[in-house]
């Protein structure tokens, strides 16, 4: 009606008017197919009021706990091109890691129901990657009997925590310093001249060693079982 009192008036030609009116059909016709194909790039980013909503849509790996130890496995399994869902409960943590571009949901992880929202019952791993001592074997037993089709990896804390967490059905359990460590002292051997066969050899005495006392240990219970295992300082003559 618009262009035909326009052209009536003589201020645009028939032409333009037939043209303008197409326009107008075409782009009212076409509003509705690019609002829903734009929908999500029109969707609000998430607060930190719906920070505690992990996606839905499941994914290959979980991992629980994205400090400093989790945080190396996840960036790990995502250069593998693993998709990877990130949970932590450190608010300040989160903010953080979003500036360095790392999307991670808020809340427990040890949940089952926090779990299942965020995808456990498609995940083929969980890796718990949790500071301290919070894991218990059950936690861990529920974990499996409610997710069976996830393997559990789990960062223990100690040597107590790998005791009491080896019984239980995860796939893996390491202690958090362990490997560490193991580097340290090969650095250590090596600044002191230390051939690579005797660092080696050294290194594989003590994983040895550590392996045969871990094992009498979860069988028996006994943090304090097989003792002899311990590499220690022989005694010096005192002459």
């Known amino acids: 009606m618009l262009f035909a009192q326009a052209q009536g008036a003589l201020l645009i030609s028939a ?3 037939s043209l303008f009116g197409a326009v107008v059909t075409l782009s009212m016709a076409a509003t509705p197919f690019l609002m829903m194909a734009t929908r999500k790039l029109r969707e609000a980013p998430p607060t930190r009021e ?9 994914a290959n790996a979980l991992v629980v ?5 989790g945080q ?7 250069a593998a091109d693993v998709p990877v869902t990130l949970i932590d409960t450190d608010v300040e943590m989160i903010d953080v890691a979003g500036r360095f571009g790392a999307k991670v949901w808020f809340g427990d992880g040890t949940r089952l129901d926090l779990l299942r929202q965020a995808g456990a019952a498609q995940a083929e791993l ?18 499996h009997r409610a997710f069976p089709d996830a393997a559990i990896y789990v960062r223990a804390y100690d040597r107590r925590s790998v005791v009491r967490l080896k019984p239980t059905p995860a796939r893996f359990v390491v202690r958090e310093v362990m490997e560490s460590a193991v580097k340290m002292a090969r650095a250590a051997l090596e600044g002191l001249g230390e051939s690579l066969e005797a660092i080696d050899r050294a290194e594989a005495m003590y994983r040895n060693r550590d392996k045969e006392r871990l094992k009498v240990q979860i069988e028996t219970g006994d943090i304090t079982a097989a003792r002899d295992r311990i590499i220690v300082q022989p005694e010096r003559d005192a002459h």
């Open 72 to 78: 190396t496995v996840a960036q790990m399994l995502i």
């Open 15 to 17: 032409e333009a008017a």
């Open 126 to 143: 969980i890796c718990f990657c949790i500071d301290g001592d919070q894991l218990t074997p059950e936690g861990i037993e529920n974990v």
């Open 50 to 58: 719906t920070r505690d909503e992990p996606r839905r849509d499941g």
């Open 65 to 69: 706990g994205y400090g400093r130890f």
